[in-house]
């Protein structure tokens, strides 16, 4: 039992990472240290970090009005979207009733031969003349 866990938790070598698959490869390096290259990369990245941190926390001291035109700029986009938002709903309902004005309109009579025509026609009262009328016998 034991050898299986130390098997299961050993460091990979170079020729085990080459014999797995793509995905099993990237699932046991995503947990793997990171090499000494990238772990300067990393140190470098999170030091510029710190230093833009510490210049932008130095400008908003030296300039307290900074954090008023960032707050002014928020609120303009915000109303931007606002307005967005405002124009597609109202471009969502002219859509709507566009679209049930044309499913609930009444349907015209087509032109031709009148063989069309007869089922948008509608029962209107017989005439004597058709032999529906009473002829009071």
Known sequence: MTGQ????WRTATGADLKRMCPQQRARHLAYAEPSKEA???????????????AQERTASEKNPQHGLDSKLHQ?????QLKADE?????????LQYQNCTERCAPRTATVGTGEEDEQYRQPGPATE???GGD???
Do not use: F, H, P, Y
């Open 75 to 79: 609120d303009v986009l915000v109303g």
């Open 39 to 53: 772990k300067g990369w990393m140190a470098a990245s999170k030091q510029r970090v710190r230093a833009r941190l």
């Open 5 to 8: 866990t130390d098997r299961k």
């Open 129 to 131: 003349a058709e032999g």
């Open 135 to 137: 002829s009071g016998g």
């Open 86 to 94: 405002a124009r597609n709903r109202i471009r969502r309902m002219r």
